[in-house]
């Protein structure tokens, strides 16, 4: 749909297509975003999947030209205030699931835009909210949530608002939820991807927007905020907690308890609140004891 459609027509100064509303580091094709101060002008302009700009006038002289704009003396207060307008419309396509797969009558899945691949199990309880697809041998155990709301509070008008979601939850082949999981679907342009071969145990929350990579084990209790980004093979230990927006890097290991709240390098152990490099962690532990 056309800026021009959505937007006071004399706040449009270059009209352009819009496809998603979406943030700075959208992935989805014709994208509209917002912005209120510099600092994300050269990610903003260098994105090809950005197709337009909310922007106050001041901040419009920094946007390519190759990009549309609609200058707003509120970019944020529109921006939200427009997404919630289109969000409530949602493009519905048929369910797509295999018949080899086994759904439980005991299970809930929405009547539209839900994929489930070839062998794969839907046990009692579960529900399937639309936006999810889930690849080829999975197991998804009882009362899982597959797609659901991530929480995403914003301000709107003095009121506080959870923003509906936009986005997907995708599921790769050959992965494992366990008991009451819950995986939200993403939003603003940044699916929840879960690759091949990873094994996720029981009451594991993934927030949206989470990327988790190839043949990586979570065990129990953990809990993802949103944005986090996980290499392959990575190994979480029972309860320990991710903060937003964290990457993590291939091979690396993060203790039981463990709170992260800084990037973890590639093949690194974390230990500890906050979590710092393991062996670090150890020295420290025995130098209070010898204190003590």
């Known amino acids: ?151 995403e509070v914003k301000e709107i008008e003095g009121k506080r608002k959870v923003l509906p979601h936009n986005g997907k939850v995708i599921i790769s082949d050959n992965v494992y939820v366990g008991f009451n999981t819950c995986i939200d679907k993403g939003i603003f342009g940044v699916d929840t991807f879960i690759k091949k071969d990873s094994k996720i145990d029981n009451l594991v929350n993934i927030a949206h927007c989470v990327q988790i990579g190839e043949n990586c084990l979570i065990t129990a209790g953990v809990t993802f905020a949103g944005s986090v980004e996980v290499g392959d093979n990575v190994f979480f230990g029972p309860n320990s907690i991710i903060s937003n927006g964290i990457n993590i890097g291939d091979g690396a290991q993060i203790s039981i308890g463990s709170t992260v709240v800084s990037n ?9 609140y906050f979590a710092i490099e393991h062996a670090k962690f150890i020295r420290e532990k025995i130098g209070l004891m010898k204190i003590k």
């Not at 949602?90 to 439980?104: A, D, G, L, R, V």
């Open 264 to 272: 973890v390098p590639k093949n690194k152990k974390v230990t500890g």
């Open 1 to 151: 749909m056309k800026a021009s459609k959505i937007f006071n027509d004399k706040n449009v100064k270059r009209d352009f297509e819009i496809n998603l509303f979406a943030m700075p580091k959208t992935a989805v094709k014709d994208s509209i975003v917002f912005l209120e101060n510099d600092s994300l002008i050269n990610q903003v302009n260098n994105n090809k999947n950005i197709s337009g700009v909310i922007t106050d006038d001041k901040l419009s002289k920094k946007i390519n030209k190759s990009k549309g704009l609609v200058i707003e003396k509120n970019p944020k207060k529109i921006f939200y205030e427009k997404y919630l307008e289109s969000s409530l419309i949602e493009k519905k396509q048929k369910n797509k699931i295999h018949p080899s797969s086994f759904i439980s009558p005991n299970a809930v899945i929405e009547d539209f835009n839900v994929q489930i691949g070839k062998g794969t199990v839907i046990e009692d309880n579960v529900i399937i909210k639309s936006n999810t697809k889930i690849g080829n041998d999975c197991k998804i155990s009882s009362g899982c949530v597959i797609g659901g709301e991530g929480f």
